[in-house]
Nanobody, 123 residues
Framework: QVQLVESGGGLVQAGGSLRLSCTASGSIFSINTMGWYRQAPGKERELVAAITSGGSTNVADSVKGRFTISRDDAKKTVYLQMNSLKHEDTDVYYC?????????????????WGTGTLVTVSS
């Protein structure tokens, strides 16, 4: 089965940097858009950044200029480089990917989610 595994979360001081990674595994035919979302308790999950298979990106205004999303298709991995972190960035970050599996490639992609990685930024 297809799954996404995130890593790189942790505790950092405000102004510091962190790089999140998410690797897809399983019987994958193709990976389309990949992205990062974050969610705080009692809040809706929101898009942080996304990147298409063609390299086009979409970054939330709240992190624009500080966060950079990239992908390595050979490694089936998407990264989120987080610089100039603020206390407000503290959240659980979730990896998302639109993936076509080998078994159902003709049906198009489906959304997959990682289980999340916690980013805590001290003030």
């Amino acid at each position: 089965q297809v799954q996404l595994v995130e890593s790189g979360g942790g505790l950092v001081q405000a102004g510091g940097s962190l790089r999140l990674s998410c690797t897809a595994s399983g019987s994958i035919f193709s990976i389309n858009t990949m992205g990062w979302y974050r969610q705080a308790p009692g809040k809706e999950r929101e898009l942080v950044a996304a990147i298409t298979s063609g390299g086009s990106t979409n970054v939330a205004d709240s992190v624009k200029g500080r966060f950079t999303i990239s992908r390595d298709d050979a490694k089936k991995t998407v990264y989120l480089q987080m610089n100039s972190l603020k206390h407000e960035d503290t959240d659980v970050y979730y990896c998302n990917a639109d993936i076509s599996s080998v078994a159902r490639w003709w049906l198009g992609g489906m959304d997959y989610w990682g289980t999340g990685t916690l980013v805590t930024v001290s003030s």
